[in-house]
């Protein structure tokens, strides 16, 4: 059975037992667990994609008066990508309404589950693939970013996600998201030690206990490790925000040009690594360079925000197109757009403006979990 058919007879089985919401995070059996990875492997984002996860859960008691707008942001972002592959929306059951009417229904299904925030790529794990048609999905234990904020329910998401998609459920003792993952589908990763190597997540491990646990969830053979930078931000400096896949053995970094940004140093250092590494391959890396604009839009999400995470290289590609942010500055919106075209020819590169989610410190790919296609 195809991924999708998969998926919505999970979905439809649900609805007979009266929604998807009774099947209950807390309450519902874990479906197949594997004992351990057997040929599973984490594929890069630029494949062909089933669907895209997004999660319609702002609320008063983590964005304040913010939740609205960023609410607004994730439709905007939904029915972006609607326009080319399905999106499904997670949304807190007294939400469902508020998110069908923002987002529309076309190529979006909906559904109730208890949450906490919006970052369903850090919380939902990671899926993986065997290349016969199978599908995994690796729960990461997430614990609110080194317990920086609540994850009673979105710690769960991951193996109520793997139930939903028919996934088989890989579970891994380490703690972590996967923001905090950068693959290019052939066994090389990019990770900053800054979110793994630290004790609010995995204190009894050392970097090379990491990462092999990796390797062996992941399917990888070669880790490129970035410092990152610890206590800056809520994730501990994720590599989504400093590096990120093309295709492999061609990466994009970030290249802070702010002197007075901490990340002006360490993107400096991050692209020395970068450009003297070798990939699983053995091959060196050609590694572009993308700048976060010196100049956004100046409103309420913006101005004097010590969480505003500003980065183009947060963004993310789906089939036939790639959905990148556009904040207000012309000439740094305008070389996004061009590098983006540039490297990934015969997509179209859809800006959408991000504001309020960047205000809380994330990005597009923060707040969307692509699963891929197989079968």
Same mark, same amino acid.
Request: charged share 20%.
């Given at each position: 059975?195809?991924?999708?058919?998969?998926f919505?007879?999970?979905?439809a089985?649900?609805? *007979?037992?009266?929604?998807?919401? *009774?099947?209950?995070v807390? $309450?519902?059996?874990?479906?197949?667990?594997?004992?351990?990875?057997?040929g599973?492997r984490?594929?890069?984002?630029?494949?062909?994609?089933?669907?895209?996860?997004l999660?319609?859960a702002?609320?008063p008691?983590v964005?304040?008066s913010?939740?609205?707008?960023?609410?607004?942001? @994730?439709?905007?972002?939904?029915?972006? !990508?609607?326009?080319?592959?399905?999106?499904?929306?997670?949304?807190c059951?007294a939400?469902?309404?508020?998110?069908q009417?923002?987002?529309?229904?076309?190529n979006?299904?909906?559904?109730d589950?208890?949450?906490?925030?919006?970052?369903?790529?850090?919380?939902?794990g990671?899926?993986v693939?065997?290349?016969?048609?199978?599908?995994?999905?690796? +729960?990461?234990?997430?614990?609110?970013?080194?317990?920086?904020?609540?994850?009673?329910?979105?710690?769960?998401v991951?193996?109520?996600?793997?139930? @939903?998609?028919?996934a088989?459920l890989?579970e891994?003792?380490?703690?972590?998201?996967?923001?905090g993952?950068?693959?290019?589908?052939?066994?090389?990763?990019?990770l900053?030690?800054?979110?793994?190597v630290?004790?609010?997540?995995?204190?009894?491990?050392?970097?090379?206990?990491?990462?092999?646990?990796?390797?062996?969830q992941?399917?990888l053979r070669?880790?490129i490790?970035?410092?990152? !930078?610890?206590?800056r931000?809520i994730?501990d400096?994720?590599v989504?925000?400093?590096?990120?896949?093309?295709?492999?053995?061609?990466?994009?970094?970030?290249?802070?040009?702010d002197?007075?940004?901490?990340?002006?140093?360490v993107?400096?250092?991050?692209?020395? !690594?970068l450009?003297?590494?070798?990939?699983?391959?053995?091959?060196?890396?050609?590694?572009?360079?993308?700048?976060?604009?010196?100049?956004?839009?100046?409103?309420?999400?913006?101005r004097?925000?010590a969480?505003?995470?500003?980065?183009? !290289?947060?963004?993310l590609p789906?089939n036939? *197109?790639?959905i *990148?942010?556009?904040?207000?500055?012309?000439?740094?919106?305008?070389?996004?757009?061009?590098?983006?075209q540039?490297?990934y020819?015969g997509r179209?590169?859809?800006?959408?403006? @991000? +504001?309020a @989610?960047?205000? $809380?410190?994330?990005?597009?790919?923060?707040?969307?979990?692509?699963?891929?296609?197989?079968?």
């Amino acid at each position: 059975m195809s991924t999708r058919r998969r998926f919505l007879s999970q979905l439809a089985g649900a609805a *007979a037992l009266g929604g998807v919401a *009774a099947m209950g995070v807390t $309450g519902m059996a874990k479906c197949a667990v594997a004992a351990g990875p057997a040929g599973w492997r984490m594929p890069d984002e630029h494949g062909p994609q089933e669907r895209v996860f997004l999660a319609f859960a702002a609320q008063p008691r983590v964005w304040g008066s913010q939740a609205d707008a960023v609410n607004n942001a @994730i439709a905007r972002l939904a029915r972006t !990508i609607a326009g080319y592959q399905p999106v499904t929306v997670l949304c807190c059951p007294a939400q469902r309404t508020q998110a069908q009417n923002r987002c529309g229904r076309d190529n979006i299904e909906f559904l109730d589950v208890p949450l906490d925030d919006i970052w369903v790529r850090d919380y939902g794990g990671c899926f993986v693939t065997d290349g016969k048609g199978g599908l995994g999905l690796v +729960d990461f234990n997430f614990n609110g970013w080194g317990g920086k904020q609540t994850a009673r329910n979105d710690g769960r998401v991951a193996p109520w996600l793997a139930r @939903i998609t028919g996934a088989t459920l890989l579970e891994s003792d380490l703690v972590g998201e996967g923001g905090g993952i950068e693959v290019d589908g052939q066994g090389t990763a990019v990770l900053t030690e800054s979110c793994w190597v630290n004790h609010n997540r995995n204190p009894a491990w050392s970097r090379a206990g990491i990462e092999a646990e990796l390797k062996h969830q992941l399917g990888l053979r070669r880790v490129i490790w970035l410092p990152g !930078i610890r206590g800056r931000d809520i994730t501990d400096a994720h590599v989504d925000f400093y590096a990120r896949f093309v295709r492999p053995g061609v990466l994009i970094a970030n290249l802070d040009n702010d002197p007075g940004s901490y990340d002006y140093e360490v993107t400096r250092t991050h692209l020395q !690594i970068l450009r003297e590494a070798t990939d699983a391959e053995g091959r060196h890396l050609q590694v572009h360079t993308l700048p976060p604009p010196l100049h956004p839009r100046d409103n309420v999400h913006t101005r004097d925000n010590a969480d505003l995470a500003l980065g183009y !290289i947060n963004y993310l590609p789906i089939n036939g *197109a790639v959905i *990148a942010p556009q904040f207000g500055d012309g000439r740094a919106d305008a070389q996004c757009r061009e590098l983006l075209q540039n490297l990934y020819p015969g997509r179209s590169i859809e800006q959408v403006d @991000i +504001d309020a @989610i960047a205000g $809380g410190g994330g990005g597009i790919h923060c707040v969307t979990k692509n699963m891929p296609q197989v079968g």
